[in-house]
């Protein structure tokens, strides 16, 4: 069994800074890729940003340039600091981690429980 606990999310004026951290434990052997996504009411789980193991990144184009994704490989950490927020960018952020428990197991996408964003004056 893997667990994801992020941590960080909050209530934050638009042009502000918000940073979340996520950490997975249980059974983990290795994990390959890590994320972030983000929902809200009435549309899709998108990809906010990820990072490999070998730390080759990848973001959404409505936050390149303002977020930055980083990762632990040591403690299974991932983080996500998110500079200029905007009101769009409010949503329910989830950590999302691809894990094998075992070195005979598949990769397997892990999720945490979400954490609320909200970017208003």
Do not use: H
């Not at 990072?51 to 983080?79: C, E, L, P």
């Amino acid at each position: 069994q893997v667990q994801l606990v992020e941590s960080g999310g909050g209530l934050v004026q638009p042009g502000r800074s918000l940073r979340l951290s996520c950490a997975a434990s249980g059974s983990i052997f290795s994990i390959s890729a890590m994320a972030w996504f983000r929902q809200t009411p009435g549309k899709q789980r998108e990809l906010v940003a990820d990072v490999r193991g070998g730390g080759r990144t990848n973001y959404a184009d409505s936050v390149k340039g303002r977020f930055t994704i980083s990762r632990d490989n040591a403690k299974n950490t991932v983080s996500l600091q998110m500079n200029s927020l905007k009101p769009e960018d409010t949503a329910i952020y989830y950590c999302n981690a691809v894990v094998r428990t075992s070195i005979t197991s598949i990769f397997y996408p892990y999720w945490g429980q979400g954490t609320q964003v909200t970017v208003s004056s």
